[in-house]
């Protein structure tokens, strides 16, 4: 089994390709080893100390670490960690996916909301999925968009930028009723 590896804007997280499916459907990310109880692979990551935050996309996975930890010595055990994971059989995901979180929008907003959705489905998510990361849209309240960032996107000292000048930009000029992007957790 070969593992690619990439790196991302966000020099604390590190992408690692398996070169397989890691997830049929959708994300998981972990943000800690106490919110990892439905994944072996994650709780598996987890063990190793310096591992801060694990985010499981379609076909990737990225690690976060900590601040003082250094790569070109915890990479090994990443990939270490993903292979015997991979190769042992068990599942990525146990049980069944946990219900999405509570979502914050007026009914009048539904429509505003879904040409959001639409912009932050087809635009926004493909490109931070390229960069070990996710946007989930979690609301619409008063002209305010609120987004949670997962995985490499989390902690990335571009978020800021890219939520203000990239993501805000582009959803003033296609939404006229929004006047503002925040990050929420």
């Known amino acids: 089994m070969f593992i690619e590896t990439e790196d991302t804007p966000n ?5 690692f390709l398996p070169g397989r499916t890691v997830i049929a459907a959708g994300t998981a990310d972990f943000p800690g080893p106490e919110t990892a109880a ?23 996975i990225t690690v976060s670490k900590t601040h003082d930890a250094d790569w070109s010595l915890l990479k090994p055990q990443v990939l270490g960690v ?10 990525v995901i146990e049980g069944e996916a946990e219900d999405e ?11 505003i909301v879904a ?6 489905d087809t635009r926004v998510r493909p490109a931070v999925a390229m960069d070990g990361g996710d946007i989930v849209l ?3 309240r008063d002209g ?17 930028a890219t939520l203000k000048h990239g993501i805000e930009n582009m959803l003033k000029h ?7 992007v925040q990050a929420v957790e």
């Open 11 to 15: 020099p604390a997280t590190l992408k």
């Open 174 to 180: 296609y939404v006229p009723e929004v006047v503002a």
């Open 101 to 111: 979180e509570a979502f914050d929008a007026a009914e009048e907003d539904r429509e």
């Open 115 to 120: 040409q959001i959705r639409e912009l932050i």
């Open 38 to 60: 439905a994944s072996p692979l994650a709780r598996a990551l987890f063990g190793l100390p310096e591992v801060t935050r694990v985010f499981l996309g379609a076909d990737f």
């Open 138 to 140: 979690r609301g619409f």
């Open 144 to 160: 305010v968009v609120q987004l949670r960032l997962q995985g490499a996107c989390s902690g990335c000292p571009s978020s800021r």
């Open 82 to 91: 993903i292979m015997d994971h991979f190769l042992s059989g068990l599942p």
